[in-house]
């Protein structure tokens, strides 16, 4: 298994999909690598394109917002996304690009070795969790895949323009709380 340093070298050269044609920089991923928790998004915007870092613009702020309702920051988790390039006008990713993408993502969760995976939107859940997964109806609901937890949350984006979602997604983050202090409670020191 690849050590975290050559992991990102390799994936900042990678050439597998056409969205390393226009990206500005590969957003590989920000946090401790002693997580026990990995959060996943779906695919940079353009300001992570820009800065090379996940979660940077207005739904970053929200989502650093979140983590803090349930005594978490960005010392103390890791954040990564499907795709490690920014898709054109964000748009989703599509099913190839998140193909190619996907061994720098599961050498990423080998790495960490992570208790809870929690997954930051529709996207993210889909490949995760299930194809046809139902983020409206699913949110919040725990699931197990390959002796590892995972919930799903809606994105920040997505709570940045229905705001009437905020109280159900407090909810769920109330679960995330309860279930770190049950299955890893050393997270809320990391990076202290």
Same mark, same amino acid.
């Given at each position: +298994? +690849?050590? /975290? %340093?050559?992991?990102?070298?390799? $994936? @900042?050269? $990678?050439?597998?999909? !056409?969205?390393?044609? @226009?990206? @500005?920089?590969?957003? &590989?991923?920000?946090?401790?690598?002693?997580?026990?928790v990995l959060f996943i998004g779906e695919g940079p915007g353009e300001q992570e394109d820009l800065k090379g870092e996940p979660f940077v613009g207005r739904a970053g702020k929200l989502l650093d917002d979140m983590l803090e309702l349930i005594h978490l920051n960005r010392k103390n988790i890791y954040i990564a996304n499907m795709v490690k390039c920014r898709p054109p006008k964000n748009r989703d990713p599509r099913p190839e690009e998140q193909e190619a993408c996907l061994p720098w993502l599961r050498?990423?969760? !080998?790495?960490?070795?992570?208790?809870?995976?929690? $997954?930051?939107?529709?996207?993210?859940? +889909?490949?995760?969790?299930?194809?046809?997964?139902?983020? #409206?109806?699913?949110?919040?609901? /725990? &699931?197990?895949?390959?002796? $590892?937890?995972? %919930?799903?949350?809606y994105h920040p984006a997505a709570l940045l323009r229905d705001p009437n979602r905020r109280?159900? #997604?407090?909810?769920?983050?109330?679960?995330?709380?309860?279930?770190?202090?049950?299955?890893?409670?050393? #997270?809320?020191?990391?990076g202290d």
């Open positions: +298994m +690849m050590e /975290w %340093m050559e992991l990102e070298r390799q $994936c @900042t050269e $990678c050439q597998k999909c !056409a969205l390393a044609e @226009t990206r @500005t920089n590969v957003v &590989f991923g920000v946090g401790s690598k002693e997580a026990k050498n990423q969760a !080998a790495l960490l070795q992570p208790e809870i995976i929690v $997954c930051l939107g529709r996207i993210a859940a +889909m490949r995760i969790i299930n194809p046809n997964f139902k983020i #409206t109806k699913e949110h919040g609901i /725990w &699931f197990e895949k390959n002796g $590892c937890q995972v %919930m799903a949350l109280p159900e #997604t407090f909810e769920d983050l109330k679960k995330l709380e309860k279930r770190i202090q049950l299955l890893c409670p050393e #997270t809320f020191s990391l």
